[in-house]
């Protein structure tokens, strides 16, 4: 009774489990090709993207990437970097799933990026990671981290062992059968396999190691100072028995090497031959669900998170990596962490895993650092590095071309074939690609000017990888056919009966003692905690016997007995009475806690999630915080660029302005003495130009004076003239005269030949040579005209007359003129030699001055000078 209430008891408090349909699996894969045709009418999953930025080495150093939001960045071109003619001079922006800014922690980007890909393992679905971008940009570091904030890797080894906790397996229950599948064995085979291989004469290696092998191992020591994350997983199947197990592999110029592949135990000769030929590589096989693996990989079942991360750490001891100008450790090879998780049902009792090898599950999730892409040109790497450099771009763009393959077949209806057999990276994980799992990527950028250009490719990678989708993957069609919660069941079972047990033993231990002490105060032993022993009936028959005792002492003997017993059925009375009512008041004060217990927790709950909401309205408020004060202070070291700007234009343009003042005085200094010195040169030339023309002038005066004086003398012994006007035979043009051509062509006919006297200068003709002529005008149109009249006197004058009129068009045809004026030119008797006249039709005749009668004055000398002085300097 007492075992069936407690039993009762403990499950009335133990909540029931929830009814999980991952119970118990039995797998379907066996015609690979018809799963896959019929997965292929599923929904399809885009592959998510998200993008890391790292935070910046030095403050001085520019940014080209700047966050918009959660989901959205831009980058823009450097203005100081110079950028090639394929990359793109205009700011562009892209988008993610999710962005993770500098001030974004390890624990951040795990929950968003890997966490639902753990809760998929744990419930027996595949995932593949990739962590991609150039060299130097923190892809190593998200993964892996650092022992005081661990990446990726170490928080999805905390959680899967969190999650599983008690669930775990023995050792060696499941064990490699070398094809890509497990085998399961009891749990007393696997002890004695457990047994075998501890023994120290045992040679042969087993490569399913366990980690307690490894315990002695300095290699497999956890590290003291990591911190582990307490979070896991909830709502994993509780009647099913969980084994981990780790393989680390690297892509090392397109071969593959294990990184946990220990020749500690191997013969000296084989450790020679390997030392002398290196780590050898493995081939690639494909099991019977078609399913591609490392073939002769070692996977070590792990037991704790601790060893799993001592594995991460030997196997990041093997991993190629290098010195470069952009990174003092660079990955030369592409790392692949597989985690495979085990799961198989335990039997209908609850107690051992069911031995039926078609009922166990087998996940991976697979963690892959890819080596950063690289140019030669900025890491200045020869020999080794190069070829690990041209290896690593190759392998990529074999990626990258398979991405796109697979764009272009589920965008265009295409049926193109995908190259995954061009490289070993894609080649191992093409079931991914083709549904057997959720794949995700996490793109890490340098946010440094210097990347620019890398980061554009990179940028063109991830909307490429963005556009593509995988076929949703579905959990393993499971099988129910035992009770769901037997596990607890049976636990609670076991705890009962140890539980009974210890009672049991503890209730002898407590009468032993009793009684030692009873023994050793001389009293006789109780027998019942709520009473004294009663003496005896008979305690020594034989001296009844022997006094021969009466029956009335035996009556009283009796009597004392019933009162004695009434007396104790009194006490045994009150005190349950006591128990009743102390257990009434313990249920009643249970009751009324259970009331405030249920009370308190809805008020708890009601907190909890106005808490949540606060801490979210919080985190939002921050994160907007963190934008406006990132945005506050981008602008605020705008401006002061720009004032710094400002400060050095205005510092330029006054020293330029200083510049052009001093200048502006050099060149006033210089213009005023050139001025002078000019003026003064002029002044000089001028005044000896003057002396030269006066000399001239008065020389010519003088031969005219001689001339006179011959002609007066010649005069004066003629009474004929010999120097007079000729006039010229006229011409007349319909009815117009003309001047003589040439007036002055017989005028010294008188003077000899052997003469040297010059002759004057012949005036230049101003006759007009034919009447003007009428245009077609209007009615009202006019026009001039000059009408000349010759007439030669008898004393040798001229008489010119000069008639005036307008011309105008007639109405009918031709023109009408009508005279005006007329002017009457005269020449004087001639009885010397005087002034010549000059005759300007048109006008009142003008004289030419003597030369006598001309001055110093009549050269404008300081008006020359003027015009002088303007010419040179023109500003002035």
């Given at each position: 009774m007492r075992f069936s209430s407690k039993m009762s008891f403990k499950l009335q408090d133990q909540k029931p489990p929830a009814p999980s349909s991952a119970t118990l699996v039995?797998?379907?894969?066996?015609?690979?090709?018809?799963?896959?045709?019929?997965?292929?009418?599923?929904?399809?999953?885009?592959?998510?993207?998200?993008?890391?930025?790292?935070?910046?080495?030095e403050l001085h150093e520019k940014s080209c990437v700047e966050q918009i939001s959660d989901e959205v960045i831009q980058l823009c071109p450097p203005g100081t970097v110079s950028v090639s003619r394929s990359a793109n001079r205009t700011a562009t922006q892209h988008t993610f799933k999710k962005?993770?800014?500098?001030?974004?922690?390890?624990?951040?980007?795990?929950?968003?990026?890997?966490?639902?890909?753990?809760?998929?393992?744990?419930?027996?679905?595949?995932?593949?990671?990739?962590?991609?971008?150039?060299?130097?940009?923190?892809?190593?570091?998200?993964?892996?981290?650092?022992?005081?904030?661990?990446?990726?890797?170490?928080?999805?080894?905390?959680?899967?062992?969190?999650?599983?906790?008690?669930?775990?397996?023995?050792?060696?229950?499941?064990?490699?059968?070398?094809s890509n599948w497990f085998t399961v064995h009891t749990e007393a085979n696997a002890r004695a396999h457990q047994d075998a291989i501890k023994k120290p004469k045992s040679k042969k290696k087993n490569k399913n190691k366990s980690t307690d092998d490894t315990q002695g191992d300095d290699s497999s020591s956890p590290d003291s100072s990591r911190i582990t994350d307490q979070s896991l997983v909830q709502g994993i199947v509780e009647d099913n028995s969980y084994s981990v197990f780790i393989s680390y592999f690297e892509i090392?110029?397109?071969?593959?090497?294990?990184?946990?592949?220990?020749?500690?135990?191997?013969?000296?000769?084989?450790?020679?031959?390997?030392?002398?030929?290196?780590?050898?590589?493995?081939?690639?096989?494909?099991?019977?669900?078609?399913?591609?693996?490392?073939?002769?990989?070692?996977?070590?079942?792990?037991?704790?998170?601790?060893?799993?991360?001592?594995?991460?750490?030997?196997?990041?001891?093997?991993?190629?990596?290098?010195?470069?100008?952009?990174?003092?450790?660079?990955?030369?090879?592409?790392?692949?962490?597989?985690?495979?998780?085990?799961?198989?049902?335990?039997?209908?009792?609850?107690?051992?895993?069911?031995?039926?090898?078609?009922?166990?599950?087998?996940?991976?999730?697979?963690?892959?650092?890819?080596?950063?892409?690289?140019?030669?040109?900025?890491?200045?790497?020869?020999?080794?590095?190069?070829?690990?450099?041209?290896?690593?771009?190759?392998?990529?763009m074999v990626l990258r071309t398979c991405i796109e393959t697979l764009r272009d077949n589920q965008t265009q209806g295409c049926n193109k074939l995908v190259p995954y057999r061009d490289s070993r990276l894609t080649h191992l994980f093409k079931n991914f690609f083709e549904g057997e799992g959720k794949v995700r990527m996490i793109i890490c950028l340098n946010p440094r000017n210097e990347d620019y250009e890398e980061m554009t490719y990179v940028m063109k990678f991830s909307e490429l990888t963005q556009s593509v989708s995988v076929e949703r993957s579905e959990a393993?069609?499971?099988?129910?056919?035992?009770?769901v919660g037997r596990r607890r069941a049976n636990?609670?079972?076991?705890?009962?009966?140890?539980?009974?047990?210890?009672?049991?033993?503890?209730?002898?231990?407590?009468?032993?003692?009793?009684?030692?002490?009873?023994?050793?105060?001389?009293?006789?032993?109780?027998?019942?905690?709520?009473?004294?022993?009663?003496?005896?009936?008979?305690?020594?028959?034989?001296?009844?016997?022997?006094?021969?005792?009466?029956?009335?002492?035996?009556?009283?003997?009796?009597?004392?007995?019933?009162?004695?017993?009434?007396?104790?059925?009194?006490?045994?009375?009150?005190?349950?009475?006591?128990?009743?009512?102390?257990?009434?008041?313990?249920?009643?004060?249970?009751?009324?806690?259970?009331?405030?217990?249920?009370?308190?927790?809805?008020?708890?709950?009601?907190?909890?999630?106005?808490?949540?909401?606060?801490?979210?309205?919080?985190?939002?408020?921050?994160?907007?915080?963190?934008?406006?004060r990132k945005t506050t202070d981008t602008y605020l070291q705008a401006k002061k660029d720009l004032e710094l700007d400002l400060q050095a234009a205005e510092q330029r343009f006054e020293e330029e302005k200083q510049c052009g003042e001093r200048f502006k005085c050099v060149l006033q200094d210089i213009l005023y003495h050139e001025k002078a010195k000019?003026?003064?040169?002029?002044?000089?030339?001028?005044?000896?130009?003057?002396?030269?023309?006066?000399?001239?002038?008065?020389?010519?005066?003088?031969?005219?004076?001689?001339?006179?004086?011959?002609?007066?003398?010649?005069?004066?012994?003629?009474?004929?003239?010999?120097?007079?006007?000729?006039?010229?035979?006229?011409?007349?043009?319909?009815?117009?005269?003309?001047?003589?051509?040439?007036?002055?062509?017989?005028?010294?006919?008188?003077?000899?030949?052997?003469?040297?006297?010059?002759?004057?200068?012949?005036?230049?003709?101003?006759?007009?040579?034919?009447?003007?002529?009428?245009?077609?005008?209007?009615?009202?149109?006019?026009?001039?005209?000059?009408?000349?009249?010759h007439e030669p006197t008898v004393n040798g004058t001229d008489f010119t007359q000069l008639y005036r009129g307008d011309l105008t068009c007639a109405r009918g045809s031709g023109t009408a003129g009508q005279f005006t004026e007329v002017d009457t030119v005269q020449t004087p008797e001639r009885t010397a030699v005087k002034d010549i006249p000059r005759f300007v039709v048109g006008s009142k005749p003008t004289y030419i001055p003597k030369l006598s009668e001309r001055s110093k004055s009549s050269i404008p000398v300081s008006t020359s000078a003027n015009r002088l002085s303007r010419a040179l300097n023109p500003r002035t």
């Amino acid at each position: 009774m007492r075992f069936s209430s407690k039993m009762s008891f403990k499950l009335q408090d133990q909540k029931p489990p929830a009814p999980s349909s991952a119970t118990l699996v039995k797998i379907t894969r066996k015609n690979s090709s018809r799963t896959r045709s019929l997965r292929g009418k599923n929904a399809r999953d885009p592959v998510e993207v998200f993008c890391r930025l790292r935070p910046m080495g030095e403050l001085h150093e520019k940014s080209c990437v700047e966050q918009i939001s959660d989901e959205v960045i831009q980058l823009c071109p450097p203005g100081t970097v110079s950028v090639s003619r394929s990359a793109n001079r205009t700011a562009t922006q892209h988008t993610f799933k999710k962005v993770y800014n500098s001030d974004c922690t390890q624990k951040d980007v795990f929950n968003q990026l890997s966490l639902p890909l753990v809760h998929d393992l744990l419930h027996g679905k595949n995932g593949l990671l990739f962590a991609y971008g150039i060299t130097n940009s923190g892809k190593t570091h998200t993964i892996n981290g650092t022992p005081e904030d661990g990446g990726i890797l170490p928080r999805t080894l905390d959680i899967i062992f969190n999650s599983i906790g008690d669930l775990l397996a023995k050792p060696f229950v499941f064990r490699p059968d070398k094809s890509n599948w497990f085998t399961v064995h009891t749990e007393a085979n696997a002890r004695a396999h457990q047994d075998a291989i501890k023994k120290p004469k045992s040679k042969k290696k087993n490569k399913n190691k366990s980690t307690d092998d490894t315990q002695g191992d300095d290699s497999s020591s956890p590290d003291s100072s990591r911190i582990t994350d307490q979070s896991l997983v909830q709502g994993i199947v509780e009647d099913n028995s969980y084994s981990v197990f780790i393989s680390y592999f690297e892509i090392y110029n397109n071969y593959v090497y294990d990184l946990l592949d220990d020749t500690s135990d191997a013969p000296q000769s084989l450790l020679a031959l390997r030392a002398h030929r290196g780590p050898q590589a493995k081939n690639m096989r494909e099991d019977t669900r078609h399913n591609l693996y490392v073939g002769g990989g070692i996977e070590i079942e792990t037991r704790t998170a601790n060893e799993a991360y001592a594995l991460l750490g030997r196997g990041h001891k093997m991993r190629r990596q290098s010195q470069t100008n952009l990174n003092h450790t660079s990955s030369r090879s592409h790392a692949i962490f597989n985690i495979r998780l085990v799961q198989s049902p335990l039997d209908s009792n609850g107690e051992e895993v069911l031995q039926d090898k078609s009922r166990i599950v087998v996940s991976q999730l697979s963690l892959v650092d890819l080596a950063g892409s690289e140019r030669t040109s900025r890491t200045k790497s020869g020999g080794t590095q190069l070829r690990e450099a041209g290896s690593i771009n190759s392998s990529l763009m074999v990626l990258r071309t398979c991405i796109e393959t697979l764009r272009d077949n589920q965008t265009q209806g295409c049926n193109k074939l995908v190259p995954y057999r061009d490289s070993r990276l894609t080649h191992l994980f093409k079931n991914f690609f083709e549904g057997e799992g959720k794949v995700r990527m996490i793109i890490c950028l340098n946010p440094r000017n210097e990347d620019y250009e890398e980061m554009t490719y990179v940028m063109k990678f991830s909307e490429l990888t963005q556009s593509v989708s995988v076929e949703r993957s579905e959990a393993p069609k499971q099988d129910i056919t035992f009770s769901v919660g037997r596990r607890r069941a049976n636990l609670v079972y076991k705890s009962s009966l140890q539980q009974l047990e210890e009672e049991r033993k503890m209730k002898l231990a407590e009468e032993e003692a009793i009684a030692t002490l009873d023994l050793a105060i001389g009293r006789e032993p109780v027998k019942h905690p709520f009473s004294v022993a009663l003496p005896p009936l008979a305690p020594d028959i034989d001296k009844y016997l022997m006094r021969e005792l009466s029956i009335q002492e035996f009556i009283k003997l009796l009597r004392d007995r019933s009162t004695m017993r009434g007396r104790l059925k009194e006490a045994v009375n009150k005190k349950q009475t006591m128990f009743r009512q102390m257990l009434v008041a313990i249920e009643e004060e249970r009751d009324q806690l259970r009331l405030s217990n249920t009370k308190y927790t809805t008020e708890l709950d009601g907190k909890e999630e106005e808490i949540k909401l606060v801490n979210e309205r919080v985190r939002n408020l921050q994160k907007r915080n963190d934008q406006l004060r990132k945005t506050t202070d981008t602008y605020l070291q705008a401006k002061k660029d720009l004032e710094l700007d400002l400060q050095a234009a205005e510092q330029r343009f006054e020293e330029e302005k200083q510049c052009g003042e001093r200048f502006k005085c050099v060149l006033q200094d210089i213009l005023y003495h050139e001025k002078a010195k000019w003026e003064s040169r002029m002044r000089l030339k001028i005044s000896h130009n003057e002396e030269e023309l006066l000399m001239i002038i008065r020389e010519k005066d003088s031969a005219l004076e001689e001339i006179r004086n011959l002609i007066e003398d010649e005069q004066a012994g003629s009474q004929a003239s010999s120097y007079y006007l000729m006039t010229s035979p006229y011409t007349k043009h319909n009815g117009i005269g003309d001047f003589p051509r040439n007036p002055d062509k017989n005028s010294f006919n008188t003077v000899s030949k052997a003469s040297k006297i010059p002759f004057p200068a012949r005036l230049r003709k101003k006759t007009l040579q034919s009447p003007p002529t009428c245009k077609k005008f209007s009615s009202r149109t006019t026009d001039h005209c000059n009408l000349p009249y010759h007439e030669p006197t008898v004393n040798g004058t001229d008489f010119t007359q000069l008639y005036r009129g307008d011309l105008t068009c007639a109405r009918g045809s031709g023109t009408a003129g009508q005279f005006t004026e007329v002017d009457t030119v005269q020449t004087p008797e001639r009885t010397a030699v005087k002034d010549i006249p000059r005759f300007v039709v048109g006008s009142k005749p003008t004289y030419i001055p003597k030369l006598s009668e001309r001055s110093k004055s009549s050269i404008p000398v300081s008006t020359s000078a003027n015009r002088l002085s303007r010419a040179l300097n023109p500003r002035t």
